[in-house]
């Protein structure tokens, strides 16, 4: 079977041996067999439909802002949706329409120009928004469950379009029921009325607390673990365990934030993996908790 062929309709956002190390913020990882930029949500659907028709496995990625690919890459094909699909309006006084490949502080910015709060700490979340849902992601007692009004995604099996109300979503800690064959293409989120001042105040507050307790302008893909129940934060457990200062290769654990691991230059995909269970295991053995992982580990 020549794929090429079969898929020469969208060839200028079809490619094959694409690099995932560019699509990752740990600047880690092996090669895409095929990599699909999709431009709209017809072309979208339309694409799906062929690669359904030659069993062709398609995987999903966002800002890749908590994503690890493995060294060996990924089978099939890898899907990032296009610029078409960012964009923040406003649909209605208080409500923003977004769309899935916006990244989170371009919402929060724009929430703050047009004097909308309760967005605020969207500015301190790396990534998208597609994935910020999926995710549940959230900090400072704020996450996306308590601004969402509802979501618009692609279903892969049936081929159309849905909106998912955020009554028929099941929200967790960093998790939601949404199942992987949904490809979330918009949300809409509510905001708060209030003082431009007072909110962009708050926004850089949040900017500020965040600088102070996490690494930037490093390799890392974000908080590694989640943080368990009972109030127990995964970097204490890891402190705890004696981690801080744990090596593989060239993946290492950040200095400023114990739940951030770093690709230091050279570090291979399997050294971070293997970091990640190192610190599973000690913290197992001297605290009794299984750490659960916070990033998505994606590939062969």
């Not at 801080?244 to 290492?252: P, Q």
């Amino acid at each position: 079977m020549n794929l090429d062929d079969s898929f020469k309709k969208f060839q200028d956002s079809f490619t094959k041996d694409v690099k995932l190390s560019n699509y990752s913020w740990f600047n880690l990882g092996g090669n895409a067999e095929y990599f699909y930029k999709a431009n709209d949500k017809e072309q979208l659907i339309e694409f799906l439909a062929k690669a359904k028709s030659k069993n062709l496995k398609t995987t999903i990625i966002g800002a890749g802002s908590n994503t690890l690919f493995r060294d060996n890459g990924v089978k099939g094909v890898v899907i990032k949706l296009g610029n078409n699909f960012s964009y923040s309006k406003l649909d209605d006084k208080n409500i923003l329409q977004v769309g899935a490949a916006t990244f989170d502080r371009k919402v929060a910015d724009f929430a703050m120009e047009n004097s909308l709060g309760n967005l605020e700490f969207l500015s301190c979340i790396p990534g998208s928004i597609g994935g910020a849902v999926i995710m549940n992601s959230g900090c400072y007692n704020n996450d996306i469950s308590k601004v969402l009004i509802s979501v618009n995604a692609i279903d892969k099996n049936k081929l159309s379009e849905i909106e998912i109300k955020k009554e028929d979503i099941k929200f967790s800690y960093r998790g939601t029921n949404l199942p992987s064959h949904l490809i979330i293409i918009s949300a809409k989120l509510r905001g708060l009325f209030g003082n431009k001042k007072e909110i962009e105040k708050k926004q850089l507050e949040f900017i500020d607390k965040k600088k102070l307790s996490q690494p930037s302008q490093i390799k890392t893909c974000g908080s590694t673990f989640k943080n368990v129940a009972k109030g127990k934060k995964a970097w204490e457990l890891i402190k705890q365990s004696g981690c801080e200062n744990l090596k593989e290769g060239d993946a290492m654990i950040s200095q400023k934030h114990c739940n951030f691991f770093i690709n230091n230059g050279n570090a291979k995909s399997r050294d971070i993996e293997n970091l990640i269970r190192k610190v599973r295991r000690k913290v197992l053995e001297k605290t009794g908790v299984n750490l659960e992982l916070e990033i998505k580990i994606i590939g062969e």
